[in-house]
């Protein structure tokens, strides 16, 4: 027989041996958790989705306690915080690559995670992530972030917080920002990208173990009264901790941080900023889109006299204040001759300041445009704000520091020229202010409340102290001193020499 006939017969055979073996499921990837948990990983296509954030659940609060070792605040979670925003630097092409590294590593190491972009940024990094991811409208952000994010996470620069802290501007709570410096100088970053996966897991886990023996903090009244229940479902519960059951699914979770181990937070004040026209009318409603929005786009306001979380809404309505964490400024702009403008403090005409503008900045920004403009260097925690002059024309117009509660008024002189000067806040430009106007600062207040600790500012986490610091105290000037010696240069000698005293 020739050759095409057995070719024929061998097809046939294996034709028939095949139709009688049964087929087999399609092979699944099994990872085993913790605590007898099962997670299944399906060969299916990855779903690179980018869905709405208006889905996801209302952001979590988490609580802040006030130790008597530390002027930092203890980072408290009621529960594992779910929804979280991720914020990378724009227009660098690897910190993109180093966010969707850290992304993945979080969804896949803490279940019930949702992740959530911006949407110019979501657009660049869905295609790299297997799984999706929320954002919203530009439109919209302002008020859905601040209704659903619990944890920001920023990769970048002291601008890319900068960038963070602006989506509430418009809003007294902001979430907690865990920050990594991966920018030109990254002053308020606390954290090197390396760093991710301890970072990432000091956050996160901080609290999960809470103490109520002292029944002092109204939280751990809280705390104490479910311990009580689960005790009744559970009668060999340990009394002496409460544990969400959440995060018992975490990969490797061991022991919990508990309060003495929690994420120190530094709640760095910001400035309430109003713009009035001649008139004495609010147009804080007619500034500029902020970050989030692009140029043409209508942002929706929330309403002043909704009850937070329920959502209520109204285009345009009137804000009282914007808030800045670093500084707000009006100066001279394109104008070739300097700004004339008086300033008022408390209700009392101060001065009339001629130069190229005037700064009136926080603590945390006194290291920022101030610092260029000859102002003094302010500790954050001191509870201030500053007047710095840019390039004044008398000699003798020096910086001030004033207190916190201090109500700065600056107003265009008469004898301005009928100019229109640039107000920015944080850096960007948000309105002209002309001859009548009346730009009002002053400093927001933290307000310790029953439900949550406190209100107000914005809650860095800070970088543990690497030394043995048993009494708390050097770990809450740990980092700034190190960022004003190794990235400022603070009182650097001329030539190669080390500072004096340095060790």
């Known amino acids: 027989m020739s050759r095409p006939f057995f070719l024929a017969r061998d097809r046939h055979v294996h034709s028939i041996v095949a139709a009688m073996v049964p087929k087999q499921p399609p092979r699944m990837t099994v990872f085993r958790l913790p605590r007898g948990g099962v997670r299944h990983f399906s060969v299916s296509a990855a779903r690179r989705e980018i869905l709405d954030i208006a889905a996801l659940p209302d952001r979590i609060v988490p609580h802040y306690q006030q130790t008597k070792a530390s002027s930092l605040l203890s980072l408290i979670w009621p529960q594992p915080p779910r929804n979280v925003l991720l914020m990378p630097k724009l227009h660098a092409p690897h910190v993109l690559v180093s966010a969707a590294e850290f992304a993945k590593h979080i969804y896949a190491n803490y279940p019930g995670l949702n992740l959530v972009f911006e949407s110019h940024v979501a657009k660049s990094i869905h295609d790299q992530l297997p799984f999706p991811i929320y954002t919203a409208a530009p439109a919209e952000a302002t008020t859905l972030f601040a209704n659903k994010i619990d944890l920001v996470t920023t990769m970048g620069g002291d601008g890319t917080i900068l960038r963070a802290a602006s989506l509430f501007s418009m809003h007294h709570q902001v979430p907690p920002i865990l920050g990594f410096s991966m920018g030109t100088l990254g002053f308020l970053g606390e954290w090197k990208f390396q760093e991710y996966k301890r970072?990432?897991?000091?956050?996160?886990?901080?609290?999960?173990?809470?103490?109520?023996?002292?029944?002092?903090?109204?939280?751990?009244?809280?705390?104490?009264?479910?311990?009580?229940?689960?005790?009744?479902?559970?009668?060999?519960?340990?009394?002496?901790?409460?544990?969400?059951?959440?995060?018992?699914?975490?990969?490797?979770?061991?022991?919990?941080?508990?309060?003495?181990?929690?994420?120190?937070?530094?709640?760095?004040?910001?400035?309430?900023?109003?713009?009035?026209?001649?008139?004495?009318?609010?147009?804080?409603?007619?500034?500029?889109?902020?970050?989030?929005?692009?140029?043409?786009?209508?942002?929706?306001?929330?309403?002043?006299?909704?009850?937070?979380?329920?959502?209520?809404?109204?285009?345009?309505?009137?804000?009282?204040?914007?808030?800045?964490?670093?500084?707000?400024?009006?100066?001279?702009?394109?104008?070739?001759?300097?700004?004339?403008?008086?300033?008022?403090?408390?209700?009392?005409?101060?001065?009339?300041?001629?130069?190229?503008?005037?700064?009136?900045?926080?603590?945390?920004?006194?290291?920022?445009?101030?610092?260029?403009?000859?102002?003094?260097?302010?500790?954050?925690?001191?509870?201030s704000l500053l007047i710095t002059p840019i390039s004044p024309r008398s000699l003798s117009f020096r910086p001030l520091v004033l207190p916190l509660n201090t109500k700065v008024v600056l107003k265009l002189s008469k004898r301005n020229r009928g100019r229109e000067l640039p107000v920015s806040i944080d850096g960007k430009r948000r309105v002209a202010v002309s001859h009548g106007m009346e730009v009002r600062v002053e400093g927001e207040q933290l307000e310790k409340t029953i439900e949550h600790g406190w209100r107000g500012g914005v809650p860095c986490v800070i970088r543990s102290s690497p030394k043995g610091d048993t009494d708390g105290i050097a770990q809450d000037d740990d980092s700034w001193v190190g960022g004003l010696n190794e990235l400022l240069k603070f009182n650097y000698p001329f030539g190669s020499g080390e500072p004096e005293g340095q060790h």
């Open 199 to 383: 970072a990432w897991r000091e956050c996160y886990m901080s609290g999960c173990s809470v103490s109520v023996e002292d029944l002092v903090e109204p939280h751990t009244q809280v705390a104490a009264r479910q311990a009580a229940n689960a005790h009744l479902t559970d009668p060999h519960k340990d009394d002496d901790t409460l544990q969400s059951p959440a995060w018992d699914t975490v990969r490797g979770n061991g022991q919990c941080m508990g309060l003495n181990r929690a994420s120190k937070i530094l709640l760095r004040h910001r400035l309430r900023v109003g713009i009035y026209d001649a008139q004495g009318r609010n147009i804080n409603e007619q500034l500029l889109p902020t970050s989030t929005a692009d140029p043409g786009d209508d942002i929706i306001y929330p309403s002043p006299v909704s009850a937070p979380g329920t959502g209520e809404i109204t285009k345009k309505a009137p804000i009282p204040y914007l808030h800045a964490i670093n500084e707000v400024s009006i100066d001279r702009g394109a104008h070739p001759h300097l700004a004339i403008i008086d300033i008022y403090v408390n209700n009392h005409f101060l001065t009339e300041a001629v130069a190229d503008g005037i700064l009136i900045s926080t603590p945390t920004g006194s290291t920022a445009y101030s610092l260029s403009a000859g102002g003094s260097i302010v500790h954050p925690l001191v509870k």
